[in-house]
């Protein structure tokens, strides 16, 4: 699949970008773009997709991205209001030689390492949301100074999770409507019954065509996939609510209780229980 080619504005006097994106401006569809994105998420909740990565995201969360890395927030309900503090840069934009300095070694394999996804975690997420809410509002060398110690910041710390490592694609631009068709069907349907069939008939293919294509795009199965979203549901129902383990299992999709806690541990490597206890602990 070939996501949808983003091109980042940035000013005449200006070396990189740093802005909020709010509602309608904050909605894009799956896409990518050469720049490096770090985005810290101010309003808003719903389904991160990057690269072959599904999971939720919350207001406050905050994601490292590498160049051409496709990517879609999409928001939990259409009615929502969505908003982040966004910036984009080139790897190029300091120049040829500057990140070949010593001083900045773990800049430049942050940036050029295999982990091209990254979330934030804990009080180094809480350093970076303070300093990108700053940034924004810095101009000249004030400004680069700023983001040169957010991405030092970052690449010192083991507070951080890798969602995507050595994520490439493979396909033309003509199969990206196929592949926003399956995402909108999905993300729409993933709590119903959903067959192969009906998601190859939407991508009007035969089914073992169909397992081909998406397996080489998203480097994953449709169900591994479907079972993710289904998951991420459950995660956001147990952290949310205090219903009944069980019941947030047949309201995620699963009819099974015994398959639902086996995708959950697999997935989350702790059982729901343990998870609910784990995010009230941190809570």
């Known amino acids: 699949m070939q996501p949808l080619i983003q091109k980042i504005h940035i000013e005449q006097d200006s070396s990189f970008a740093c802005r909020t994106y709010r509602t309608p401006n904050?909605?894009?569809?799956?896409?990518?773009?050469?720049?490096?994105?770090?985005?810290?998420?101010?309003?808003?909740?719903?389904?991160?997709?990057?690269?072959?990565?599904?999971?939720?995201?919350n207001t406050g969360d905050i994601f490292f991205l590498s160049g051409n890395l496709p990517h879609w927030f999409r928001k939990a309900h259409h009615k929502m209001i969505g908003s982040a503090i966004v910036v984009h840069f080139t790897k190029q934009f300091w120049g040829e030689t500057f990140l070949s300095l010593p001083e900045l070694k773990?800049?430049?394999?942050?940036?050029?390492?295999?982990n091209n996804g990254i979330q934030l975690n804990k009080n180094l997420r809480a350093k970076i949301a303070k300093d990108l809410i700053a940034l924004e509002k810095l101009t000249g060398f004030n400004s680069i100074t700023q983001l040169l110690q957010s991405l030092y910041s970052i690449s010192t710390s083991k507070e951080i999770t890798i969602i995507t490592s050595n994520f490439s694609l493979t396909s033309s631009s003509k199969e990206n409507s196929v592949i926003e068709k399956i995402f909108e069907y999905s993300l729409k349907n993933y709590l119903k019954h959903i067959t192969l069939e009906e998601v190859a008939a939407l991508a009007e293919m035969s089914i073992p065509t169909f397992c081909r294509f998406f397996k080489k795009n998203i480097k994953k199965s449709y169900f591994d996939f479907l079972q993710e979203l289904r998951i991420g549901h459950a995660c956001k129902l147990l952290q949310a609510s205090n219903d009944n383990i069980i019941d947030i299992c047949y309201n995620s999709g699963y009819n099974s209780w015994a398959h639902f806690s086996k995708q959950f541990k697999k997935i989350k490597q702790v059982t729901p229980s343990q998870y609910r206890k784990q995010f009230k602990a941190i809570a």
């Open 106 to 114: 773990t800049i430049n394999q942050l940036l050029t390492g295999p």
């Open 26 to 57: 904050f909605e894009t569809n799956w896409h990518m773009h050469e720049e490096y994105e770090l985005i810290l998420i101010t309003e808003g909740n719903g389904t991160a997709l990057i690269g072959d990565y599904v999971g939720n995201y």
